[in-house]
Antibody, heavy 116, light 112 residues
Framework: EVQLVESGGGLVQPGRSLKLSCLASGFTFSNYGMNWIRQAPGKGLEWVASISSSSSYIYYADTVKGRFTISRDNAKNTLYLQMTSLRSEDTALYYC?????????WGQGVMVTVSS | DVVLTQTPPTLSATIGQSVSISCRSSQSLLDSDGDTYLNWLLQRPGQSPQLLIYSVSNLESGVPNRFSGSGSETDFTLKISGVEAEDLGVYYCMQATHAPLTFGSGTKLEIK
C-alpha cells in the first residue's frame, strides 16, 4: 500500500524557518517525481514545488522561489521542503503528492502556521 | 500561468441525479507529446485530495465508473452519472501540461 506521511509542521514566527519531511512507503520512491502542494485554510490547492526522481529537475512556484528548497533522499525514501523567510501567507496545510503530471497519491498533510 | 475556470462553484444534487462540472483553460492543454494533462480530483470533507480522472478521460484505479471525463484543448467536463452520498466534497480540475502546475478554484458538491 502506497503511503506518504508528512511531518515537521507547526507554529513559527514570520521570518523564521521550518523543514517539512514526507516519508514514502509501499512503492519504489526513487522511480517517481514528487510534489509539494499546499492549501491555505478554507482555500483551494496551490502547487509549491516539484522534483524529479533523481533530483535532476526542480521547479518552484514564483511565490516561494528563493525561499523554499525541495530535496529528496532516495536512500531514506524521504522528500523534504526547507522553508525559510516564512510569511503569514505561507500558512497552509502542506501535502506531498506522488508524480508530477498525475498526482496519484497524496499524504494526509502537515499544517504550517506562520504567526507572531 | 494557465488559468482554469471551473463552473459552477457550487452544485446541489439529489441521490441518483446526474451532474456535470465544467473546467475551461486559458490555453490549450494539448501537450507536444500528444497527451493532454488535465486531471480531476475530489477532496472529501476533512480528507486529502484523491485522483479521479487523469489525462482527460482515464479513470483512476478503484474509482467508480459513474465518474467520467471528456473534452479537449481548452474545454473539459467531469460527469457523475448517478450521484451517491459519498460523492460530496470539492472537485478540482488541474493541469500539468504547462508549468507551473495549476488548479481550478473548485466546485463544491452538496447532497440535497
Amino acid at each position: 500500500e502506497v503511503q506518504l506521511v508528512e511531518s515537521g509542521g507547526g507554529l513559527v514566527q514570520p521570518g523564521r524557518s521550518l523543514k517539512l519531511s514526507c516519508l514514502a512507503s509501499g512503492f519504489t520512491f526513487s522511480n517517481y517525481g514528487m510534489n509539494w502542494i499546499r492549501q491555505a485554510p478554507g482555500k483551494g490547492l496551490e502547487w509549491v514545488a516539484s522534483i524529479s526522481s533523481s533530483s535532476s529537475y526542480i521547479y518552484y512556484a514564483d511565490t516561494v522561489k528563493g525561499r523554499f528548497t525541495i530535496s529528496r533522499d532516495n536512500a531514506k525514501n524521504t522528500l523534504y521542503l526547507q522553508m525559510t523567510s516564512l510569511r503569514s501567507e505561507d500558512t497552509a496545510l502542506y501535502y506531498c503528492a506522488r508524480r508530477g503530471t498525475v498526482p496519484d497519491y497524496w499524504g494526509q498533510g502537515v499544517m504550517v502556521t506562520v504567526s507572531s | 500561468d494557465v488559468v482554469l475556470t471551473q463552473t459552477p462553484p457550487t452544485l446541489s444534487a439529489t441521490i441518483g441525479q446526474s451532474v456535470s462540472i465544467s473546467c475551461r483553460s486559458s490555453q490549450s492543454l494539448l501537450d507536444s507529446d500528444g497527451d493532454t494533462y488535465l486531471n480531476w480530483l475530489l477532496q472529501r470533507p476533512g480528507q486529502s485530495p484523491q485522483l479521479l480522472i487523469y489525462s482527460v478521460s482515464n479513470l483512476e484505479s478503484g474509482v467508480p465508473n459513474r465518474f467520467s471525463g471528456s473534452g479537449s484543448e481548452t474545454d473539459f467536463t467531469l460527469k457523475i452519472s448517478g450521484v451517491e452520498a459519498e460523492d460530496l466534497g470539492v472537485y478540482y480540475c488541474m493541469q500539468a501540461t504547462h508549468a507551473p502546475l495549476t488548479f481550478g478554484s473548485g466546485t463544491k458538491l452538496e447532497i440535497k
